[in-house]
């Protein structure tokens, strides 16, 4: 298990921190800037990507990729058979809240690993009780 001082990134915190036009940015930069251990998941990533894809372009997409690559320390969870039921528990759970996949897996993850946190602008990923850091 990771320590209980590892902090979840969830896609709204790396959009935030990437993209100087975001109303989060400076809370998000700040934060980034003293990173304490974070993990994400691998559906979190392909959210980003395929946001800064659709918002930009490919140049765009592929600096938020380099960027993850160098982000340190940061665990990435990967997604797969094994995940998916744990997944879909919550979002059947839930299911009054219209949570992607992608945030599910984010709720399995931090319970999982027990995250004292998570820096997140969706208050979807504080429905399990983690307290959501987004503000100065």
């Not at 990134?9 to 700040?30: G, K, N, P, Q, Y």
């Not at 930009?56 to 094994?82: C, H, K, W």
């Amino acid at each position: 298990m990771a320590r209980s001082a590892e902090c979840y990134v969830d896609t709204s915190a790396f959009i935030a921190f990437l993209d100087r036009s975001d109303s989060f940015h400076a809370i998000f930069r700040r934060l980034f800037s003293a990173a304490p251990p974070l993990a994400t998941s691998a559906l979190v990533i392909a959210e980003g990507h395929g946001w800064f894809l659709r918002r930009y372009d490919s140049r765009r997409a592929i600096e938020f990729l380099n960027f993850i690559a160098a982000l340190a320390p940061l665990t990435v969870v990967s997604f797969g058979a094994q995940e998916l039921p744990k997944a879909e528990a919550l979002i059947k759970r839930f299911r009054d809240q219209a949570l992607t996949l992608a945030d599910a897996h984010g709720l399995v993850i931090m319970k999982e690993r027990r995250n004292s946190t998570c820096w997140s602008t969706d208050r979807h990923l504080g429905l399990t009780g983690v307290p959501l850091v987004n503000k100065s």
